[in-house]
């Protein structure tokens, strides 16, 4: 058979490709072989797998199919008795058989995603003392700075396309959980797999860990990480220096770097810092924008109107308002307006009111968003005052879209769109119901959370489109490792924004529908992937060359499939392209 080499899994085990099936070569044997998650495939190893592995024998002898493997996985995960309970069932999987815990994942990503992550993940990582198994990902300490490069020579895989950081301090809204907050990255990483279909192997979770300020973890007995308030300032800057510098000495200025729930205070400078110098992206920021923007784009068929006939007005002006408001900027200066006459249609309340010129707490970030105008310290005045087409709620302020606010903006459009975007679901600015009931169905409604169908008393029924990142960050993901791109452009993510608006349906927008269904997700993915690597392209950003005729087939070529490898055991030497053999011969 011909084989081709796809990867080196270590000095010891290599797969390689003929046609469509992928074979495993390995000198691991025993317990190695059932104890390994990327190697382990359980009660499915076949007989004479068993006997040539040396693991006949430490197994039960039955043999059962991935899809009976399956069955019996839902079958004990029903009898689970919270989220919590099934978050940890499933992260056990994968420390497991890593095959059967993303064909879990892959049979009804509808389903699973609210446990592995929003807004199961949250509770997770308040819980991870308690729930901590087995350690996944690498945790990098302040004290580590000067050694970075030596732990990233600890992690097993040498081929790592995608890394998923955080420093724990800004945990969805929940605030500073220190070392806790790796389970956002151990979670994101598993939907760049279960939605991008980027193989697990070519992704690395990582906690910086510099502290916490959280008092309560400081004296839980079974906090797992440093136990002194977070260090700030030179030292800090020194240790993200290092890392980034570090990952990409080693892993290739190509090797995407995701920045994940960061405070607002490190977030924008340490994107602004990085994105021209590595393959970096602020998923908070960037990943945000995207699928708000996407939302809005889609929600410009109902209205049959452009981008920059519309002024929109913000609640919040933190990470997601500043990524959101950058890039429909951008979509409006693609339609033709100038830059400033774009940022003129765009509006803020925060904290302290109307965002406006000469007011105080005025940052670098908000600067562009401050109008002359008078000052306005209530969100209601502002919409009378404004008259905006769109309101967008990212402040977390529960019930901030007051009945009285749905009114006005139903009174003076005859679409009014209406984003509750905060997050978990008992921050968001209004219901669904809310939305569709006071606007007597004409309100186009997304939301951070998901809502149930809403059925009007005439007997519409609405579906609420939910802005989950996920519709983004796996199929950029995929598209920037596929084609080795340098660097990750808001070009990248607007044009993310138009492909996924693109697949939502005249039917789905009947339906109030403002994205594709989630269970469509892979497919949707690929899809961004390819519009992704074009861009690239466009912008001379990608490394892979010649640069390939087809894109898609490129995509295809290069996603995960859950399918069980075949071991091949019994044709040692190993095939004459395998890297071990090379490696011999130099
Ligand atoms: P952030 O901390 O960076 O920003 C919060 C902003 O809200 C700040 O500008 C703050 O001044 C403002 N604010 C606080 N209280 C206010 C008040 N009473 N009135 C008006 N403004 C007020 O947080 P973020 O990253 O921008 O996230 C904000 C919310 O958006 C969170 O709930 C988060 O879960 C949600 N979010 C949703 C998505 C999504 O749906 N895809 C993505 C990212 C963030």
């Not at 389903?111 to 997770?124: E, K, S, W």
């Not at 110098?277 to 920021?285: G, L, M, S, V």
């Not at 410009?300 to 919040?316: A, E, P, V």
Request: charged share 25%; with cysteine; glycine share 8%.
């Amino acid at each position: 058979m011909a084989h081709g080499l796809v990867r080196k899994e270590s000095v010891e085990t290599e797969m390689h490709k003929s046609e469509d099936k992928t074979f495993v070569y390995t000198k691991k044997r025993g317990y190695d072989v059932t104890r390994y998650p990327h190697l382990n495939k359980g009660l499915a190893f076949s007989l004479q797998e068993r006997l040539q592995l040396g693991i006949h024998g430490l197994l039960p002898p039955c043999f059962f199919s991935q899809e009976v493997q399956l069955l019996q996985v839902l079958k004990n995960y029903e009898i689970k008795k919270d989220d919590l309970d099934r978050y940890v069932f499933l992260m056990g999987i994968q420390d497991r058989n890593e095959k059967l815990f993303y064909r879990v994942l892959t049979s009804d990503i509808d389903r699973f995603m609210p446990i592995i992550y929003t807004p199961t993940v949250g509770l997770a990582c308040q819980q991870y003392g308690l729930t901590f198994r087995r350690p996944r990902g690498l945790f990098i300490t302040i004290h580590d700075r000067g050694h970075i490069s030596t732990l990233l020579q600890s992690w097993p895989e040498k081929d790592i396309r995608a890394v998923c950081v955080t420093d724990g301090e800004r945990i969805l809204g929940l605030g500073d959980l220190g070392c806790y907050g790796m389970g956002i990255p151990v979670g994101k990483l598993a939907l760049y797999t279960a939605c991008g279909g980027v193989p697990p192997q070519q992704c690395l979770p990582v906690m910086l860990d510099v502290g916490t300020d959280n008092e309560g973890l400081l004296k839980d007995p079974l906090y797992i990480g440093l136990r002194h308030k977070r260090v700030r300032g030179q030292a800090y800057d020194d240790l993200l220096d290092e890392f980034t510098k570090a990952v990409s000495e080693r892993y290739g200025m190509d090797c995407l770097i995701q920045f994940e729930d960061f405070a607002n205070v490190n977030a924008f400078r340490l994107l602004s810092k990085y994105r021209n110098k590595y393959c970096t992206f602020n998923d908070d920021i960037q990943g945000t924008a995207a699928v708000a923007v996407a939302g809005l784009l889609a929600a410009l068929r109902i209205t049959k109107s452009k981008m920059c006939d519309h002024t929109i007005l913000f609640q919040g002006a933190g990470e997601a308002a500043m990524g959101i408001a950058d890039l429909i900027a951008m979509a409006m200066q693609k339609e033709g307006l100038a830059k400033e006459a774009c940022l003129k249609k765009i509006w803020m309340v925060d904290s302290k009111g109307l965002i406006v010129k000469g007011r105080d707490h005025l940052t670098h970030e908000k600067e562009p968003f401050a109008h002359e105008h008078p000052q306005m310290n209530k969100l209601e005045e502002a919409v009378l005052d404004l008259k905006p087409t769109a309101i967008i709620g990212v402040a977390a302020v529960p019930g901030a879209f007051s009945e009285q606010i749905i009114r006005h903006m139903a009174s003076f459009n005859k679409h009014p769109i209406i984003f509750a975007l905060s997050n978990p679901t008992s921050k968001a600015e209004c219901t669904a119901e809310q939305c569709y009931t006071l606007t007597e169905g004409r309100g186009i409604f997304a939301s951070g959370s998901p809502f149930d169908p809403v059925t009007l008393p005439d007997g519409r029924t609405f579906h609420p489109g939910q802005g989950n990142n996920a519709y983004i960050f796996p199929g950029v993901g995929l598209g920037v490792t596929a084609c080795h791109a340098r660097h990750v452009t808001d070009e990248i993510f607007l044009t993310a924004a138009e492909a996924l608006a693109h697949l939502v349906t005249e039917k789905d927008l009947a339906e109030g529908r403002l994205y594709p269904p989630l269970n469509t997700i892979r497919e949707v993915s690929i899809t961004l992937a390819v519009k992704v690597i074009e861009c690239a392209y466009n912008q001379k950003l990608a490394t892979l060359l010649p640069e390939p005729a087809d894109k898609e087939a490129l995509v295809r070529s290069l996603t995960y499939s859950t399918d069980y490898d075949e071991f091949v055991v019994d044709s040692y030497p190993w095939p004459e392209n395998s890297m071990s053999v090379q490696s011999c011969k130099l």
